[in-house]
């Protein structure tokens, strides 16, 4: 029963530090346009490998054709360009943050700015979170007639990204080469694995919130025309989903310099932090 009542607790905290960041949001709106960049640049590199993939016929070897050894090099150049954007424009986002969290005034280019000088890094992490990525998918497809086996993977998987929760901001505040975030970051996992876990369930339960809301007015629309719901549902939900994926990046900002160096972001208050993450856990940079 005490071990319930500290989770409720935690979760709630991690509401309160939702809404903070909620408020750090509403006070500097332009952050929410580093992941509609990176949602439409997805989008358009996403068309682009499809079409190479249909053009030179790896799609339909994958759909159950001999795969060749091109056919795998497409897919993790695939692999790597797609987690490159991903964290590009996150790195951007988060550094971005970083500086309104410490009080400035962060304009689009300071974040690519940030981003672009870590571009090494960047592409450095992304290599590893691609080769990761591709492995566990591998393993996924090997073991789907395997129950066991998937909740193995799903395992791994999980414990894989909470020890990389910190890379990005990592990467972004203190410049260090991708295999060393991985090894920083993970230390900083130890300090908070448990507000990790309820951070992301919380964020997590905010985005069905978030994806039930934008869904409301697809709905209504769809009534009268399936077609123009289903349109209004990819804009509302994927507006939704942008604003969700901010705050938790806003969040991971706030968490880390708190964490790395005991600083508590503007928008934040120390009391919250300290009754989140308690004083029991260590400030020092090491």
Known sequence: MEELTTVFATIGRTWELTKMSWGVLTSDRKLIV??????????????LLTGVGLGVGTLDRLGGGA???????????????????????????????????AGGEPTLGDGFRLANQRLPQIAGWALISATVGLILQALRNQSEDNFLGQIVISMVGGIW???????????????????????????????????????????????????????????LVAQVSPMAGAAVAVVTVGLAMTVVSTLEA???A?????????????????????????PQRGLSRF
Request: glycine fraction near 12%; charge should be neutral.
């Open 34 to 47: 580093f992941p509609l960049l990176s949602g439409l640049a997805l989008v358009v590199l996403a068309a």
């Open 67 to 101: 795969v060749t050894i091109a056919d795998f090099a497409l897919l993790a150049v695939t692999y790597f360009l797609l987690a490159f954007v991903i964290i590009y424009f996150n790195a951007a986002l988060i550094g971005a943050a970083m500086v309104r969290l």
């Open 161 to 219: 990204a909470y020890l990389t929760f910190f890379v990005v901001p990592v990467l972004v505040a203190e410049g260090a080469g991708p295999i060393e975030a991985i090894k920083r970051s993970g230390s900083l996992f130890k300090r908070t694995w448990g507000e990790q876990v309820a951070a992301s369930f919380g964020f997590g339960i905010v985005g069905l919130i978030a994806a039930v809301i934008g869904l409301a007015p697809a709905f």
């Open 250 to 252: 806003i969040f991971k």
């Open 254 to 278: 706030a968490l880390y310099g708190y964490v790395a160096d005991g600083r508590v972001a503007e928008g934040f208050s120390r009391g919250t932090l300290e009754s989140a993450y308690g």
